[in-house]
């Protein structure tokens, strides 16, 4: 068995991702998630660089943690400065962390045309700041950045760059692909040179970026050639293109690597993965992409009917691995491309039950011609599930009839508010109500559940929660047809996602709407106000 540790720099280096921003409490709870999923490092900050970091290692100090090591992030002293009067390393030292990284420039050709520094100097920032750590106690790691660039255009300088933080005592050496240009045969090549030459001194680490595409497969080709610690994000976040995803990079190596026993986390942990990647997205309010590896909502979701029928038989047959392993779990979508086996698998994982398999299959057939029947016309129902469960329950007469429409009308109140009427029946009691809203949409989803409250006061558990429109056939101009998809959620943050098609966006809007609503009774087991139950 082989261990690699896990650095993670979601908290320094994923923050750097445009449209993130961190609060202290946000990094506080990171912190915890990713000490509960057994990570051997997190990168908390870089305390010198703004008072926030230096307020979230005031704060991280009084949390107990049980697996993970936080790590104070800076650099080398500046030029012409004192280590002991050096800013940055003060703040280091401040934040009280057992152990530091400190970045320097390993590249000669970015040392004198970036920095316009001597060479002589930079090693000299570099032994002086690792040696003046451990006297304090510390443990020092060295993420030395552009290595792989600056090793292709001066390799000499590269290796007195290794030395000299050897020499000085440093505990890890991270290599670092800053441009994230490099292919994975280079990063194999030149770690396996340096590992083979100093492993004995030193333990090496990865630190990639994304920008070719490659940070994942990168960081697996430099732990095939001996590195021991990868540094990397949850989801990839990170400046420019992202960092290394270490969600995929831990079960790449746990789960893929079959000529050896490669241990990132404990292996029961593993089922944490897409918990943790959907937590952390939620905390830096990024919607977690639904395509990701391993733990995306379509990472195991088969469309073709094809695929559909072979999974139903082996799962093996379109799945890289088990995706309860991971956390995740196979999906059968339904749309136009499907065939009768992705409908009668969809029946049986949501519970509709029949006599016997010939009904079974005559339902499936009725629902297929249904559902291809609805996407010539414009509709999707790959997420929209909760409108294609009440489209079969229509088919299997099975969908309770809540209300009625008689009448809706929309109004626009002095070129800006929305005016929405709804008249609609409930059993034999007409309800009649009015609403204003920012928009069509807001206004009629107002409007329909004050007419409905009375009746459904668990209306009061859901709400609209994102409202998006798309124009298909664009070509046709302002006749075009409409797409609305609605996204309705609980307070206990379930979901679900209903849609409306139509060359009249208010239509749409409505047809969208109620489907959210019908479906979030249904959700909750309410049962129609009628004196008997009503079935459309």
């Not at 003060?90 to 970045?103: D, G, P």
Request: glycine share 6%; charged share 25%; net charge negative.
């Amino acid at each position: 068995m082989r261990a690699v540790e896990i650095y993670d720099t979601t908290l320094r280096d994923g923050a750097q991702m445009r449209g993130i921003s961190f609060s202290v409490n946000d990094k506080l709870r990171i912190l915890e998630i990713l000490d509960d999923l057994g990570l051997s490092y997190v990168e908390g900050g870089w305390p010198g660089a703004n008072p926030k970091d230096v307020d979230f290692f005031i704060e991280a100090a009084k949390l107990k943690l049980r697996n993970t090591k936080l790590t104070a992030f800076g650099s080398t002293r500046k030029a012409n400065t004192k280590v002991v009067e050096d800013p940055i390393l003060a703040a280091l030292l401040r934040a009280n962390t057992e152990v530091v990284c400190i970045v320097g420039k390993s590249s000669a050709w970015q040392i004198t045309n970036t920095m316009k520094a001597s060479l002589e100097e930079t090693l000299d920032m570099l032994e002086e700041s690792i040696n003046y750590l451990k006297a304090e106690g510390r443990k020092v790691f060295v993420d030395a950045e552009h290595f792989y660039d600056g090793f292709i255009d001066n390799p000499d300088f590269s290796h007195k760059f290794v030395t000299t933080a050897i020499k000085a005592g440093a505990d890890r050496m991270v290599l670092c692909d800053t441009n994230g240009g490099s292919l994975p045969e280079y990063v194999f090549n030149i770690s396996k040179e340096f590992v083979d030459k100093y492993n004995s001194q030193i333990g090496f680490g990865i630190h990639a970026h994304n920008d070719g595409e490659l940070a994942v497969a990168n960081s697996i080709r430099a732990v095939r050639a001996g590195v021991m610690q990868v540094q990397g994000t949850i989801n990839g976040y990170g400046e420019r293109c992202g960092n290394a995803n270490i969600i995929s990079v831990i079960a790449n190596l746990q789960l893929k690597v079959r000529d050896q026993e490669i241990i990132c986390i404990a292996p029961s942990n593993l089922a944490k993965l897409t918990n943790v990647a959907k937590k952390v997205a939620e905390i830096a309010n990024m919607n977690l992409n639904q395509s990701q590896p391993f733990v995306g909502a379509r990472a195991f979701t088969h469309k073709g009917g094809l695929h559909a029928s072979a999974i139903a038989k082996d799962k093996s047959s379109y799945e890289h691995i088990d995706p309860s392993i991971v956390g995740n779990k196979t999906r059968v979508v339904v749309s136009d491309q499907s065939g009768l086996s992705n409908i009668i698998d969809w029946l049986n994982n949501n519970n509709f039950v029949f006599d016997n398999e010939d009904k079974q299959k005559q339902a499936a057939s009725k629902i297929l011609t249904a559902i291809k029947d609805q996407e010539h016309q414009g509709y999707s129902y790959e997420n929209a599930g909760a409108s294609l469960e009440l489209l079969v329950r229509k088919i299997l007469n099975q969908c309770p009839k809540y209300f009625e429409l008689v009448e809706n009308n929309v109004h626009i109140v002095n070129g800006e508010q929305t005016e929405a009427t709804v008249r609609i029946k409930i059993g034999e009691v007409e309800k009649h109500s009015v609403s204003l809203g920012n928009g069509p949409a807001n206004a009629l989803d107002s409007a329909l559940r004050k007419a409905l409250r009375d009746h459904y006061p668990e209306i009061e558990n859901f709400s609209l929660q994102d409202f998006k429109v798309r124009i298909l056939d664009s070509h046709l101009g302002s006749g075009a047809i409409t797409k609305v998809q609605v996204t309705t959620g609980t307070k206990d943050k379930k979901s679900w996602d209903t849609i409306g098609v139509s060359s009249n966006i208010i239509k749409a809007s409505w047809d969208a709407i109620v489907d959210s609503i019908v479906f979030g009774l249904i959700s909750e087991s309410v049962p129609c106000t009628s004196l008997e139950t009503r079935i459309i």
